[in-house]
């Protein structure tokens, strides 16, 4: 089934065959997505309208309904828990997402605004978004491309990825490594429980960083001309650099030590595991 749909009231569209359906939105319209199994992609185009494809399964109804700048995607079921589905969708590049799923893994590629995506049992992989970005799945990986904002991320059970973002960052994870490159911050916040933690990035002067983990090793990328005071503890584990550091002693379990003119923070702890710094470029030549 295809149509059109350009009223702003609210409307329910329920549907039990193939939906391929196109819903013409105004600016700050948010869009809204919640799907039990299954997967959630959006895809960002340039028209102002939003393409909904899916195949529910016989018996299950796809729900949209437009009211008060928010466009909702549902679907439902008159039998009970709705069967697994895949949502196609084309939306804005403006338009902001929040997007929610149980048994989901959830796509998003292209936004240029605020996204929010949650699932208990799948991956969220995102490339794009502006603004304020919260990715977080129980039992899945997440990984974040090419966004800009205040960044949010919490998984529990899998490894945490981003790479060329920009501005505040906060990660977490139980069981899982975080990897971070091509992050240009001053304020940089991460810890796992168990797993390692690589950070390859901008140190800004009077900027903040704390990388931690229990069982885990650390590494860190120190460009060039840093200006910052460094914070070692391990109980149990190592400390090397690749430069010298001007400690007065590298034995002890927990010391500090200045680089340059010592502006930033960055503090590094970890309990079972090795602590690393490393020069600009030695951490992929090491991965290699």
Same mark, same amino acid.
């Given at each position: ?9 609210a ?68 039998r ?21 799923? /149980?048994?989901? @893994? !959830? ?5 240029q605004?605020? +996204?929010? $995506?949650? &699932? =208990?049992? #799948? ?11 919260s ?16 960044v949010?991320?919490?998984? /529990?059970?899998? @490894? !945490?990825?981003?790479i060329?973002?920009?501005?505040? +960052?906060? $990660?977490a &994870? =139980?069981? #899982? ?12 916040d ?12 901008t140190?800004?002067d ?36 690749s ?16 680089v ?26 090491e991965?290699?």
């Amino acid at each position: 089934m295809a149509g059109m749909i350009t009223a702003l009231t609210a409307l329910t569209m329920g549907l039990g065959q193939q939906t391929d359906t196109l819903i013409a939105v105004q600016q700050g319209t948010r869009l809204d997505v919640s799907n039990f199994g299954g997967k959630i992609v959006v895809k960002a185009w340039s028209q102002n309208a939003v393409r909904v494809h899916a195949q529910p399964s016989s018996g299950d109804v796809i729900e949209v309904a437009l009211a008060s700048s928010v466009l909702s995607v549902k679907t439902t079921s008159p039998r009970g828990m709705p069967h697994d589905v895949e949502y196609i969708i084309m939306a804005p590049a403006w338009m902001a997402l929040n997007l929610t799923g /149980v048994h989901s @893994d !959830i796509d998003v590629d292209g936004s240029q605004a605020a +996204v929010r $995506a949650e &699932t =208990v049992k #799948g991956a969220v992989n995102c490339r794009g978004g502006t603004g304020y970005i919260s990715l977080k799945s129980v039992e899945g990986a997440i990984a974040l491309h090419d966004a800009k904002g205040r960044v949010e991320v919490n998984s /529990v059970s899998d @490894d !945490i990825s981003l790479i060329d973002v920009s501005g505040d +960052v906060s $990660a977490a &994870t =139980v069981s #899982g490594d975080i990897e971070l490159e091509g992050i240009q911050s001053s304020r940089v916040d991460v810890s796992t429980v168990s797993g390692d933690v690589a950070y390859a990035g901008t140190i800004a002067d009077g900027g903040h960083y704390r990388l931690a983990t229990h069982n885990g090793d650390l590494k860190v990328s120190v460009p060039e001309k840093t200006n910052a005071t460094i914070s070692v503890s391990t109980f149990n584990g190592e400390f090397d650099s690749s430069f010298p550091v001007g400690a007065a002693d590298t034995g002890t379990h927990r010391f500090s030590f200045t680089v340059g003119s010592g502006s930033a923070g960055i503090e590094l702890e970890t309990f079972n595991g090795d602590i690393a710094l490393r020069r600009p470029g030695e951490m992929k030549d090491e991965a290699h």
